[in-house]
T-cell receptor, first 108, second 114 residues
Framework: KNEVEQSPQNLTAQEGEFITINCSYS?????LHWLQQHPGGGIVSLFM???GKKKHGRLIATINIQEKHSSLHITASHPRDSAVYIC??????????FGTGTRLQVFP | DAGVTQSPTHLIKTRGQQVTLRCSPI?????VSWYQQVLGQGPQFIFQ???????GRGNFPDRFSARQFPNYSSELNVNALLLGDSALYLC?????????????FGPGTRLTVL
């Protein structure tokens, strides 16, 4: 079993829909990242959080340390949101452990 | 200000050869981490360097090695290449390499081993 699990693996949505991507982890962590990867490979950091909730534009990330769970929400989704979204956790302060990613496609 | 840069962008090698990948961090960042991303999977941690010292190593064979230079740029070396080494190699830099610092990723080097 992977130390970081994401669901769903694939997600399709119509433009304007509210989207939720989930991340569960089984190790102790000090922080969690949500990352976005576009075709071609480039990775952009969306959020880094260790508690509570963060919001940036149409993106919201939450984390529940007790339940070892985080969610990434996208409100009013748009085709340009189509990408792979990756959850990664800092374990033992010296390495990031990544989930396998959620591939999101938003259709007009 | 330039982001993290990596070179080359693409590389094709044959089995048994050796390869060197290069990474330049964001100005002021002292930590560089290397990751391997095989097609369809999430990245896997290879190394982290901070202030020219190795701070962490992932579960990779000794064929993989890295170093960090006084200007904080870094090289990843892979010897005796195998087909399974074909992947996107990502470099990320951060201010101090701790979990409190956001990591900024480069565009990656896509290595194909034939």
């Amino acid at each position: 079993k992977n130390e970081v699990e994401q669901s769903p693996q694939n997600l399709t949505a119509q433009e304007g829909e509210f989207i939720t991507i989930n991340c569960s982890y089984s190790v102790g962590i000090s922080a969690l990242h949500w990352l976005q990867q576009h075709p071609g490979g480039g990775i952009v950091s969306l959020f880094m959080l260790s508690s509570g909730k963060k919001k940036h534009g149409r993106l919201i990330a939450t984390i529940n340390i007790q339940e070892k769970h985080s969610s990434l929400h996208i409100t009013a989704s748009h085709p340009r949101d189509s990408a792979v979204y990756i959850c990664a956790v800092w374990h033992n302060t010296d390495k990031l452990i990544f989930g396998t990613g959620t591939r999101l496609q938003v259709f007009p | 200000d330039a982001g993290v840069t990596q070179s080359p962008t693409h590389l094709i090698k044959t089995r048994g050869q050796q390869v060197t990948l290069r990474c330049s961090p964001i100005s002021g960042h002292k930590s560089v981490s290397w990751y391997q991303q095989v097609l369809g999977q999430g990245p896997q941690f290879i190394f982290q360097y901070y202030e020219k010292e190795e701070r962490g190593r992932g579960n990779f064979p000794d064929r993989f090695s890295a170093r960090q230079f006084p200007n904080y740029s870094s090289e990843l070396n892979v010897n005796a290449l195998l087909l399974g080494d074909s992947a996107l190699y990502l470099c990320a830099s951060s201010l101090a390499g701790s979990e409190l610092n956001e990591q900024f990723f480069g565009p990656g080097t896509r290595l194909t081993v034939l």
